[in-house]
């Protein structure tokens, strides 16, 4: 297959730029103010809790609903002008694939559809659904199914690709090889968008994480900027004999704490004063560890705040 490299700069067109988008249905405000820019080249995981406003920023970037305010552009223009001129692939969630055809017939469909389109055979394979190409449509798994979705995404020469839970359904291996696509996809300069609730792949394939909260941006870096920024640190003992609980709730700058069998895990704002004072309740904790905490402990410690600051 013959690709294109891509070089990019700080001064390019960003690849999707929202200026204070908004989008309500009726009462409820799925996007509010949204501001962000996504440069090409990026690899960038959109997270949020059900209700954030991911989807509905998916639908208007792909031009899929209209804002009710603010600006959304692609590549400088309307996102239906660079979809139409082959630019944008996507694969989303919603909506089923055609039926009564083969998985080379629909990919087929999809090239020719494609003002740059690759050759099918190298769709396919790319997709890992070659072994497949002549089984109907309506006859797949889920796993080949998303494999297929994926097909179409990338069935021409896009710039940017913008995937709505794409590893859904896949098994880990189909999971890693689709990962290793997109990577590829990055390095030749294409931004790639992907919103996911495998916060495991966000942290190890993203090189920037976006989190949304009730349509806001809440947070925005990279996987070991939004760890740090959720401020907090997971610490974990064995304490001998009977444990005090209410003692240790009485810690300072304590989060959270769990008590299973002898074994305590706290998550801390403050490890150091937090254990300082744990040797102080005169207890004597075995198999001490401190660390940072994981992609998915921090966002939800940071959804969590947010959550309590507006309740």
Same mark, same amino acid.
């Given at each position: 297959m013959t690709t294109t490299t891509r070089t990019t700069t700080a001064t390019a067109t960003p690849a999707v730029a929202f200026e204070q988008v908004g989008?309500?249905? =009726? &009462?409820? %405000?799925?996007? &509010? =103010?949204l501001t962000l820019a996504l440069h090409p080249g990026e690899t960038v995981a959109l997270l949020g809790p059900n209700g954030a406003g991911k989807s509905t920023t998916l639908d208007l970037l792909l031009g899929l609903r209209p804002p009710d305010t603010g600006t959304v552009r692609v590549f400088g223009g309307s996102p239906r002008e660079a979809i139409v001129a082959g630019r944008v692939g996507a694969m989303l969630q919603s909506g089923g694939l055609m039926e009564e055809v083969t998985v080379e017939e629909l990919v087929r469909l999809h090239c020719d559809l494609h003002p740059r389109p690759y050759p099918v055979r190298d769709v396919l394979a790319r997709a890992g659904i070659a072994q497949i190409a002549d089984r109907k449509v309506d006859k797949l798994s889920g796993g080949q199914a998303q494999r297929v %979705?994926? /097909?179409? /995404?990338? /069935?021409? &020469?896009?710039?940017?690709?913008?995937? &709505?839970?794409p590893t859904t359904g896949m098994d880990v291996s189909a999971r890693q090889?689709?990962?290793a696509t997109m990577r590829e996809q990055a390095d030749q300069g294409r931004t790639v968008l992907f919103a996911t609730h495998y916060l495991e792949e966000a942290d190890a394939v993203a090189d920037r994480v976006l989190v949304l909260h009730r349509g806001r941006l809440l947070a925005d870096g990279t996987a070991a900027e939004i760890k740090a920024k959720a401020g907090a640190r997971r610490i974990s003992f064995d304490l001998e004999g009977t444990i005090d609980e209410a003692a240790l709730r009485g810690l300072p700058f304590l989060t959270s704490l769990d008590v299973s069998g002898h074994t305590v895990r706290i998550q801390s704002a403050d490890a150091d004063a937090t254990v300082h004072a744990l040797y102080g309740l005169g207890v004597y904790p075995r198999n001490l560890e401190v660390a940072g905490l994981g992609l998915e402990q921090a966002f939800v410690a940071l959804t969590a705040a947010e959550e309590a600051k507006q309740s």
């Open positions: 989008k309500s249905y =009726g &009462d409820v %405000r799925a996007v &509010d =103010g %979705r994926f /097909a179409l /995404a990338t /069935a021409g &020469d896009s710039d940017l690709i913008v995937l &709505d839970e090889s689709f990962w």
